[in-house]
T-cell receptor, first 114, second 108 residues
Framework: DAGVTQSPTHLIKTRGQQVTLRCSPK?????VSWYQQALGQGPQFIFQ???????QRGNFPDRFSGHQFPNYSSELNVNALLLGDSALYLC?????????????FGPGTRLTVL | GQNIDQPTEMTATEGAIVQINCTYQ??????LFWYQQHAGEAPTFLSY????GLEEKGRFSSFLSRSKGYSYLLLKELQMKDSASYLC?????????FGAGTTVTVRA
């Protein structure tokens, strides 16, 4: 039973560029959440997708956007990259419509912006 | 807004017990999660409390008091592999609001 997978593992970009990160949820899960984790900090909620719609969004600018596909996989897009966007980006999947469903995390994508 | 507080670091000896406290102030609180995160790896789920009281799962136990906005994670019979960051997360609506994490170092 495959867990949550993310690609790529590492990514280096320069300021102003755009990046797309990908996530495949755990088998049987239909909900995908994205988090940003800066070094030494806890993960910060970016947004959650369910039934191909953004269900909830955290305090992130519109430069951060996403998409969920019919197979429940998801993408996170970040435009006009800033140095401060350098972080570990974590995808978490869950099943169900309750706010208490356990979220399982993928290994993350380490983004470095130069 | 959300405010999740936990100690930054704790050190304990192999075989000992360590208790990691977490206080939270959130709107729309649904429950409290604990995750373990080894350096450079993804957070892994440890426990979830929605009702007041103690939940025991092997060497790990977690406690919740909703009226006090307080939780703790208890790690018993510490092993070297328990050296990691422990993240407290409050569930509200559909998101998790995390604390900064407590780095636990287990010494021989």
């Amino acid at each position: 039973d495959a867990g949550v997978t993310q690609s790529p593992t590492h990514l280096i970009k320069t300021r102003g560029q755009q990046v797309t990160l990908r996530c495949s949820p755990k088998s049987g899960h239909d909900t995908v959440s994205w988090y940003q984790q800066a070094l030494g900090q806890g993960p910060q909620f970016i947004f959650q997708y369910y039934e191909e719609e953004e269900r909830q969004r955290g305090n992130f600018p519109d430069r951060f956007s996403g998409h969920q596909f019919p197979n429940y996989s998801s993408e996170l897009n970040v435009n006009a990259l800033l140095l401060g966007d350098s972080a570990l980006y974590l995808c978490a999947s869950s099943f169900g419509t309750s706010g208490t469903d356990t979220q399982y995390f993928g290994p993350g994508t380490r983004l470095t912006v130069l | 807004g959300q405010n999740i507080d936990q100690p930054t670091e704790m050190t304990a000896t192999e075989g000992a017990i360590v208790q990691i406290n977490c206080t939270y102030q959130t709107s729309g609180f649904n429950g409290l999660f604990w995750y373990q995160q080894h350096a450079g790896e993804a957070p892994t789920f440890l426990s979830y409390n929605v009702l007041d009281g103690l939940e025991e799962k092997g060497r790990f136990s977690s406690f919740l008091s909703r009226s006090k906005g307080y939780s703790y994670l208890l790690l018993k019979e510490l092993q070297m592999k328990d050296s990691a960051s422990y993240l407290c997360a409050a569930a509200n609506d559909y998101k998790l609001s995390f604390g900064a994490g407590t780095t636990v170092t287990v010494r021989a």
